[in-house]
């Protein structure tokens, strides 16, 4: 597609430039200094570091506590964000392509956990569990997490459905293909950026999610965020410098992947 | 020959809105049938309840003498070309085209086979390979054209498929959709709103206006014997005029002027009735010397190259439209010039409402 150039894109001045900066810096300064301190030595939190070594990281890695709630989390965000994608993906559809009684409402209480505050979601959640007996399982955590994926699945998968062209899931029933064959053979394939989008959008909310998890997961299912947080009370520990780092490169590396698909689409 | 289409008293409405009246038609194997008519005429609905996008609200669809009033869109084997192509962009052209075949689980060669060969019907056989966005509008449409043919359904509709091409291309595409028509004798069913592309191309236009069928007839007599004022107005350009009726045939259009033998009057002796006479069967002289004339005066002359329109006012203020040849030997009419027209019984057509079957 051709792109207009508009009275709106034209090139910023001196000064806008210099306030946008000075916000990029306000809000990135937090994260330049976790990644000096994390190339740093000794059992305490250094900056600048006196010198530099991977001593930090190695600690990471042959801590077994370490690595068994990163792979919590890992199982975790993988999970949640299928589950939420499969949800999230059929509610869009519903609410996109078909017109019903309430559709206005169905929409807004499945948004609703985005609207409320994360505390209150997750003392109900935290209730729900204990009723169930899931409190501290990894599947009840997978649920807990989906519950905050799903809207924002449903809103990146309407925006994404309302670019697909209704003609071309009509052209494709009169030629033959049933509800299903259009859905696998032209809805999904066109709709394959935003999924991914999404669901890399879920995997890194679910990844990130602290309070919900701090509330719901047992001793056995800590996942890192939760690690973290507990690590700050009991033992400051500059290992959380490098685990920040590692944090901050998964998240930044997803977001960019996500920003390269939507300009594939 | 066999009927492919039949709709039985098929009716759309959406609440208290009517978007279709009882409607009848028949549409024979291999004939090119085109829904005429304004935006919001019902043309398109008509089409959808054919297709299976929606459900009619009365009435009965008929396709290959099958009952398809309940049958879902994906399996009334029709065919259909979008005005915006509708190629799906994720699959090169080739796979398009092959798209219904593949759904049908053909055979791998007899895909490859049947693909080339419609690509080739539509002299697009090299770019199979490319994707859709890498061709022009009129080469997609072109492909579209090879995907609704391939798999030989019964019916073929196609919803105003050169509207979003310009005119030198439309005209290119009227061409070669009329050709592949008779070639392979599709029954086609062509939605539009041009009035020249639905002259040229069709065996029959369906003239549609408010919901309901205003006429049906061959392109000829569309033009030639319109039923009714709506169809008189729609297709080219005509002169309508209110006429006494003095006898059976008989009308008087003015004081010195009154013909007999008009074809297809039935109005009664005393009524009053609408008639139309186009533009170019109405003869001009000067002056307001002859017998059984209507007289006139020149309001207006644009001259269009080969042909002038002249407009010219009667003594009863009625306008006429009138189209002329332009010879060079032309005096020039110019406006304020005293004129007499004529014209032929076998001219006017008398606008009864029901068409003479």
Sequence with gaps: ?265 | MAEMVRLDGITKAYGETVALHPTDLSIREGEFVTLLGPSGSGKTTLLNLIAGSTAPSAGEIWLKGRDVTQVPANRRELGMVFQNYALFPHMTVAQNVAFPLTLRRRPRAEIRREVMRALELVHLPHVAKRKPRELSGGQQQRIAIARSLVYNPSLILMDEPLGALDRKLREALQFEIKKLHEELRMTVLYVTHDQEEALTMSNRICLMNEGRMEQVAPPQEMYFRPATEFAAGFLGVSNIIRVAVEGRGAIRVGERFALSGVPGLTAAPGEVVPVMIRPEAIRLAAGSAAENVLEAEVEDVVFLGGVTNLVVRTGQGERFTVRQLTRRSDAGWQGGMPVSLSFDASDVVPLNGAAPQ
């Design chain 1, 1 to 265: 597609m051709a792109r207009q150039t508009t009275i709106e894109e034209r090139v910023p001045s001196a000064a806008t430039r210099l306030i946008a900066w000075l916000g990029y810096a306000f809000l990135l300064m937090p994260s330049l200094v976790v990644l000096p301190m994390s190339f740093g030595t000794g059992t305490e939190f250094d900056f600048p570091p006196k010198s530099f070594s991977l001593d930090l990281y190695r600690e990471y890695f042959s801590e077994p506590s370490w690595v068994a709630s990163t792979l919590t989390s890992l199982q975790v965000a993988a999970a949640s964000a299928a589950l939420s994608l499969l949800i999230g993906g059929l509610a869009a559809y519903g609410i996109v392509r078909y017109q019903f009684r309430g559709k206005k409402l169905l929409t807004i209480f499945l948004l609703s956990p985005m609207l409320v505050p994360t505390i209150v979601v997750a003392l109900a959640l935290y209730l729900y569990l204990g009723i169930a007996r899931a409190t501290g399982t990894t599947w009840g955590l997978i649920l807990c997490h989906a519950v905050v994926c799903v809207p924002y699945v449903i809103v990146t998968m309407m925006a994404g459905l309302r670019q697909v062209d209704r003609n071309l899931e009509i052209a494709a029933t009169i030629m033959g293909a049933s509800w299903f064959g259009v859905l696998t053979r032209v809805t999904i394939p066109l709709l394959r950026p935003t999924i991914l989008a999404s669901g890399l959008f879920a995997f890194l909310i679910s990844f990130d999610e602290v309070v919900i998890s701090f509330f719901v997961s047992g001793v056995r299912t800590q996942t890192l965020p939760v690690k973290m947080y507990s690590t700050i009370h009991w033992e400051i520990s500059p290992v959380l410098a490098a685990v920040s780092s590692l944090l901050t490169i998964l998240s930044l590396g997803i977001c960019i992947l996500v920003a390269a698909l939507q300009k594939e689409r």
